[in-house]
């Protein structure tokens, strides 16, 4: 059974940094596209972040971000530790939230194995 | 971005009861449309894509319909575990994709 484990999240203030890890058990890592989405405290679901595998779209490791995040966000993915990971720059109060990694293991799903998610507090 | 709205944003109903939540797309999205349920302390759950297919292992009971703009989630004879917030989630310029606001079905 595939398993999204999510760690990093920490309490951090305006202005920090902060990486975020999503560890991936189960077969063909590399195939996969990774996403990451959020939920901020009483708000509901926002996209933030994705990164494309061998299956694509494009080629292998292009990186998607949501407008509210480019500048101040990487995702990468480390195949040799099927590891993905969401770093964080220039932390605003905004990015509080409770982030979840989550990815596409059936053909013709969409985002059908996410983590439980790890919680980023950005506050002084 | 494309915008997502469901409705109503708070359901209240009982058990047994059936309950259809509405998601209307800004654009039309063709059939490039998700349904998940969450609850507290727990993953997301995948429940419906493409409109109307059923994801692995979500009982029956669950249903979705709709193409182009408009959607609908239908959940027949609510059991106890159906209780949670569900968002709809257009997915046509995947994996960009946006959520609607979420629809709380309370008891």
């Known amino acids: ?124 | 971005d494309i915008q997502m709205t469901q409705s109503p944003s708070t359901l209240s109903a009982s058990v047994g009861e059936t309950v259809t939540i509405t998601c209307r797309a800004g654009q039309s999205i063709s059939d490039f449309l998700a349904w998940f349920q969450l609850k507290p302390g727990k993953a997301p759950k995948l429940l419906i894509y493409k409109a109307s297919s059923l994801a692995s292992g979500v009982p029956s009971r669950f249903s979705g319909s709709g193409s182009g703009t408009e959607f609908t989630l239908t959940i027949n004879s609510l059991e106890p575990e159906d209780f949670a917030t569900y968002y709809c989630q257009q997915y046509i310029y995947y994996p960009v994709c946006s959520f609607g606001q979420g629809t709380k079905v309370e008891i």
């Open chain 1, 1 to 124: 059974e595939v398993h999204l484990l999510e760690s990093g999240g920490d309490l951090v203030q305006p202005g920090g940094s902060l990486r975020l890890s999503c560890a991936y058990s189960g077969h063909s890592f590399s195939s996969y596209v990774f996403t990451w989405i959020r939920q901020a405290p009483g708000k509901g679901l926002q996209w933030v972040s994705s990164i494309s595998g061998l299956s694509g779209p494009g080629t292998f490791g292009t990186t998607y971000y949501t407008d509210s995040v480019k500048g101040r966000l990487t995702i990468s993915r480390d195949s040799s530790r099927n590891m993905v990971y969401l770093y964080f720059f220039d932390l605003k109060d905004e990015d509080t939230a409770l982030y979840y990694c989550a990815t596409t293991l059936s053909v013709g799903a969409n985002l059908d194995s996410w983590g439980q998610g790890t919680l980023v507090t950005v506050s002084s």
